[in-house]
């Protein structure tokens, strides 16, 4: 029984599997890193949302006007959410896309453009560079993970 | 040892895997959608948030017009967030509700009433329909979601 | 056949995946009750977003002085979005590193650090605590999910 139990969580040995944990990782450590990018800005440019973010400034209105946004932090927040968007269908649906026994070179290559392109769209968003590398980028990742959902649903269809 | 580890990644084969797959890949696509709807309400409405969004509207004035706020945007955007609230709790718990044994016809009732409830709520919020339609169609989703959550704790229970 | 099947979902089984579901649902659950604290605060201080939500206090204007933001609902939707930004990783990365094969104990370690900075964080936040308080319990989360990711790149790296 142990060993069977152990057997069956060794999903971090088959290839797919692996190169899937490796992307969904580093996409998700990217997406992290907007946070930290957003304290930078914050504080470079002393733009808080919260009160007690700057009681550091002093009391009243000295620490008020501090109270206020600031287009770089606002440019990283949007990022910021823009991964979520589109970094959290990514992880779900390619893990249902590791799980159903793609070819190991064709599951790289969805991982690869994937990753590829959100990096992109990162540098496209907080350089900023001039339309449509934005969009693009944004396109070319969607399309993966619509690509990947399609192969999901053709392998596991249960409604 | 090959054998074994293909075996581990036989997931998909399990018919509530199945479904669980099947499920939170419509979800995970409807709400990827949301993206499509808000880029089509920007462009129609011509209502822009990155100046380099609206370069292709001339320079200067002319394209800083179109910088601003438009209510149909936001009430898609509002739409969007309100997805990830509640379709990333779904798509986790549900995947540890559909390892934790349940039976089909259970787990189909969840993966059902959830996705419903979240195609109601898409519609309520951007027509809008009246209330109580948009509150009661989030309600039904968060119960389902928090159902399956009360089945993973009583099952895995390890703190 | 069938039996390799079900015993390939028996993951549940396994202590260390016992422990992430336990945490990975409780940190959903508390981030999903961000929810009712938000519709908490606007039903008590009337400050909502949509006109459709304002119809039962009346029609014209009436109604649309309930159209406004609240410092207390903004207060509460920025400490939900700070959960969708670090416990969305921790979930996801959080699922890879169980699969990685970690000892009990640090697996345990980690999941209980992650848990109870991210309560701290929300308590930190909606309180208000004084700073340093919610920037710590926010990084203490935020190296937890950094540490699971190292480990699972370093055990399943395939790029």
Do not use: C
């Not at 069956?8 to 992290?32: G, P």
């Not at 946070?35 to 002093?58: C, H």
């Not at 159903?100 to 968003?125: E, K, V």
Request: overall charge positive; charged content about 20%; proline content about 4%.
């Amino acid at each position: 029984r142990r060993g069977e139990m152990a057997k069956s969580t060794q999903l971090i040995d088959n290839e797919v599997f692996r190169a899937y944990a490796t992307y969904a990782a580093i996409v998700l450590l990217k997406m992290m890193l907007m946070s930290l990018i957003t304290a930078y800005f914050r504080i470079t440019r002393k733009a808080f949302v919260n009160p007690e973010d700057t009681a550091s400034f002093g009391k009243g209105e000295s620490a008020k006007k501090y109270l206020r946004t600031d287009p770089d932090v606002e440019r990283v927040r949007r990022g910021h959410l823009n991964d979520l968007e589109n970094i959290v269908p990514f992880v779900g649906i390619g893990l249902l896309y590791a799980l159903s026994g793609p070819d190991l070179s064709s599951a790289l290559l969805h991982f690869r453009i994937f990753t590829g392109a959100r990096i992109l769209h990162t540098f496209a968003y907080l350089i900023p560079l001039p339309q449509p590398s934005r969009g693009l980028s944004w396109a070319v990742g969607y399309s993966v993970t619509f690509s990947m959902a399609y192969k999901v649903l053709k392998t596991a269809w249960l409604l």
